[in-house]
């Protein structure tokens, strides 16, 4: 009896583990589960990934900014500190910076 309860922890964490990465991997390819992120669409999102991507980002272009424009800011500033950003190649700094760089005001907790 004590022998199933040590199988079903590490099976436990594995499967949660596949989890997490299963997510990573979607909306690395295929947006939140095809939904849109913080208000911002998946073309929006893969409009503004070359200028949140290092080691040479490009300025914003006027569709990602137009795109960020609409976007739920605060909620975008959730992910900040996730883990989630540098998974999808990327960096959390040149993010947060991107509102200000389309002249938007960011928001305060950002």
Known sequence: ???????????????????VVAMVLSMALGGVLGADLCNMTEDD??????????????????ACCAGLAKADLPCLC???DSMMLPALGVDPDL????????????????
């Not at 070359?50 to 272009?61: E, I, S, Y």
């Open 78 to 80: 959730s992910y900040r």
């Open 1 to 19: 009896h004590h022998q199933r309860s040590v199988r079903k922890s590490p099976m436990g964490f594995s499967t949660m583990r596949v989890l």
């Open 45 to 62: 999102l893969q409009e503004c990934k070359p200028a949140v991507t290092k080691p040479n980002p490009a300025p914003p272009t006027p």
């Open 95 to 110: 993010a947060m910076q991107l509102p200000a760089k389309c002249g938007l005001i960011p928001p305060n907790q950002c």
